[in-house]
């Protein structure tokens, strides 16, 4: 180093470098002992200067400055004082910005990144954020962007945590899971359920959208006005449309719900043990069971449900049994299910006092003296209670 009227000088450190003072050139000559840091003060004809001194190994040397060489080659300014390389800048390019991803992740102690990204590259890289999880089901998401770091927030608990750590990955983005607006709200689930029936005991192929009314109407009107607007359809077609059951709960998310619409039935079952007769009576359901429960999905209400139906037939239990799920809407009604039977109102044994149990009565016996077919169609529509 050479200095003009150097007076004097003073290093801070001696054990990191040496030093020879050369009067004639007015040259300060340093070597460096190990690696380390150490000021040198020196005072000249200008006054007090301070000079900062850093000592690095060979591979480490090569290392910084092959990255610098890399990281100008994104057009950003480089600063290096010692072991410590500032980048700044900003990014315009998406392949540049996966490279420079890559290099803070491996040099995020050696290299202070301020680094921006310019505004097309922000909005291309969050546009596919949010268009790759708005297609795999999330639908409240919010990124933002500070200095090279995207942050986005997702609402949830069920989320597919293996997709997101993939975008993440690629991306190089930050996810963040938000407690659920949706979890600290009460909701009422309205049922409709609603009776087709066939007298002529012919199949049905239509459902009740083929009506003059929509689903809505059901909830809004109620089940006359479908039937004031298509009487003369109805006794065409040789159709009785009924409803059997209109049910409301007040419900939250994750707590399941029973509704029952049908009775326990006796029946007398008659055995032999030796020389005694035994006829103990065994109750069993007959009618309809749904099962629901609502619960979150990528920021939408997922209403799973069962639905189990049975029936007296003969002397026995028949039924069946459903499984499924649907999104729901607040406020938009959908059909859930639908199960279609035959009826009969001849046929009773083993079944007494059917005829006067309510539901069931309505349910499992036929309007007219010959077999109808019947269709019960599930309609469903969920409030936010304020």
């Known amino acids: 180093m050479s200095f ?51 000592v690095l190994s060979k591979q480490k040397f090569l290392k910084t400055f092959q990255l610098a060489d890399a ?29 420079l991803q890559k290099i803070k992740g491996q040099f995020q102690d050696q290299v202070f990144f301020k680094i921006t990204l310019d505004q097309k590259l922000r909005n291309h890289i969050i546009g596919q954020i949010y268009k790759k999880l708005y297609a795999n089901g999330f639908s409240s998401v919010t990124c933002q962007a ?67 009314a929509n689903v809505a109407d059901l ?45 326990q039935i006796p029946y007398q079952n008659i055995g032999v043990q030796g020389a005694t007769v035994i006829a103990p009576i065994d109750w069993r359901f007959a009618g309809l069971k749904i099962k629901t429960k609502i619960t979150e999905s990528y920021g939408k209400l997922l209403l799973d449900y069962e639905t189990e139906f049975s029936r007296p037939v003969g002397t026995a239990i028949s039924g069946s049994k459903e499984v ?18 035959q009826t009969t109102s001849k046929d009773r044994k083993g079944i007494p006092l059917l005829s006067q149990i309510p539901i069931l009565k309505h349910l499992f016996e036929s309007k007219s003296d010959s077999k109808t077919y019947k269709q019960i169609y599930g309609y469903v529509v969920l409030e936010a209670v304020e």
């Open 71 to 99: 990281l100008k080659n994104l057009n950003l300014t480089i600063d290096i004082k010692g072991p410590i390389m500032t980048a700044s800048g900003v990014l315009s390019d998406f392949s540049d910005y996966l490279y």
């Open 4 to 54: 003009e009227s150097l007076k004097n000088f003073s290093v801070g450190n001696p054990e990191v470098i040496s030093y020879k003072f050369m009067p004639k050139s007015g040259k300060l000559l340093l070597k460096g002992k190990k690696v380390g840091y150490t000021d040198l003060v020196v005072w000249n004809k200008t006054g007090k200067e301070v000079i900062s001194i850093y």
């Open 324 to 341: 499924s799920s649907a999104l729901l809407e607040i406020g938009v009604p959908m059909k859930i299910f639908q199960i279609g039977f």
């Open 219 to 263: 909830f809004v009107n109620g089940i006359r006005n479908l039937i004031d607007k298509n009487t003369v359809f109805l006794q065409q077609t040789q159709m009785d449309l009924s409803s059997l059951a209109e049910p409301e709960l007040i419900v939250n998310l994750n707590s399941p719900q029973l509704i029952e619409i049908g009775s």
């Open 146 to 212: 500070d200095w090279l770091d995207i942050l986005c927030f997702h609402e949830g608990t069920n989320t597919n945590t293996e997709f997101l750590k993939q975008i993440a990955s690629f991306y190089r983005v930050s996810f963040i899971q938000q407690d659920s607006r949706l979890r600290h709200k009460n909701y009422r689930l309205k049922l409709k359920l609603i009776q087709l029936e066939r007298m002529d005991g012919k199949e049905i192929h239509l459902g009740l959208d083929k009506l003059q």
